[in-house]
């Protein structure tokens, strides 16, 4: 008698390749404007996903084109506070010239997933959805409710996503306390013993602006006083080589304190030139978190080389540390000038819980689980994600993206940058990691 050939189900590892592949392929770059190519059709894709599953999920257009797609995973106790996972489907734009492989394409190669949006962030992205599709598929339903948001607009500050959905429709999230998103989870391995696992737990709140100086419009053969180029060009020079001085923030305290441990060494924040150079790939994101900052971005003057503008204007992204934004402001306006004139294009808050509690306790147990030399440690995102308009509800934010990476991989240079790729390998342990961490949160 020959046995049964029944195919073997399904399981979340088996298909969280193939939708991140997916989610790769719908172009959903972000432009900063009221476009955004993909985006409607990457809320459908996640919602088919999920109905495929049982879900019940709901699309919400904020502007045409502009979609996002939320779904509630009830719980084995729906009376607990829920959780709410949270991951945007846009992504920066990208210049096919500049890649080795198209970054639309959702190519395998070199064991990894090439494309825009690898890390940032259709990773999670599909492994919350492989995560959720094997655990409805086999009636393991979660602990506690499970709010699932899949949002645009997040590279320009969430106006068409996260905040559309927080001031128009809070009632999706009753009862959420917490939330887990991008940005964090990820690995730095330390020695053969020790793995460290980035959780985050603050961020640095923004001020996009723009500068503006006037001056006296003439003839470019004159000798002239008044330039507002030069001015300006002055100003942005100051503010571009400006050191703002270091502030020890909890998190910051809490993770040189863990990271000192790893390393056997007490650290000063004041002196960390030598520390930063043994974290590798990951020293830029962490000596961003040190300090405020302060980047000219864009400069514009002028429309014939031979007539002196009357104004000259410049972009500056600022980055502030939590509980540092009245000090940010002064000294720019200190560092700038009383000729500038500064005003927000974007502004947002910082962020900053702490590193405790039941939710915290499951990131460990369930990365210890798969990886026995794991230890989770609190970090700062010098950047900002939606979590800012979420938080706004009383939810309790962190970044928990797990990824087991290699360690010669440059995964802080994957955010944006060219060749952005994530390990096969990582993703399986990432859907491995969240789904032992939905059973212990």
Known sequence: MSESNTAKPLTGE??????????????????????????????????????????????????QGRASTVARVE???????????????DVVPANAADWTHDPFSGEIADDCVWGRGAVDMKDMDAMTLAVVRDRLRSGRKPPRDVVLAFVADEEAGGTWGARHLVDNHPELFDGVSEAISEVGGFSLTVNEQLRLYLVETAQKGMHWMKLTVDGTAGHGSMIHKDNAITELSEAVA????HEFPV???????????????????ELDPENMDETLAKLGTIAKLIGASLRNTANPTQLGAGYKVNVIPGQATAHVDGRFLPGYEEEFLADLDRILGPHVKREDVHADKALETTFDGAIVEAMQTALVAE?????????????GTDAKSFADLGIRCFGFAPLKLPPELDFAGMFHGVDERVPVEG???GVRVLDRFLDAS
């Open 14 to 63: 088996d298909e969280v390749v193939d939708l991140c592949r997916d989610l790769i392929r719908i172009d959903t770059s972000n432009y900063g404007d009221h476009s955004g190519p993909g985006e409607r059709r990457a809320a459908e894709y996640v919602a088919e996903k999920l109905a495929e599953v049982g879900l019940e999920p709901q699309i919400f257009e904020s502007h």
């Open 75 to 89: 719980g084995e106790d729906p009376s607990r506070p829920a959780l709410l996972i949270h991951g945007h489907l």
């Open 238 to 241: 100051r503010l571009g080589r």
């Open 247 to 265: 502030r020890v923030t909890k998190t910051l305290r809490h993770f040189l304190d863990e990271l000192g441990d790893a390393l056997g060494t």
């Open 371 to 383: 990886d026995p030399i794991a230890r989770a440690v609190p970090y700062m995102l010098s950047a």
């Open 427 to 429: 993703l399986k342990f």
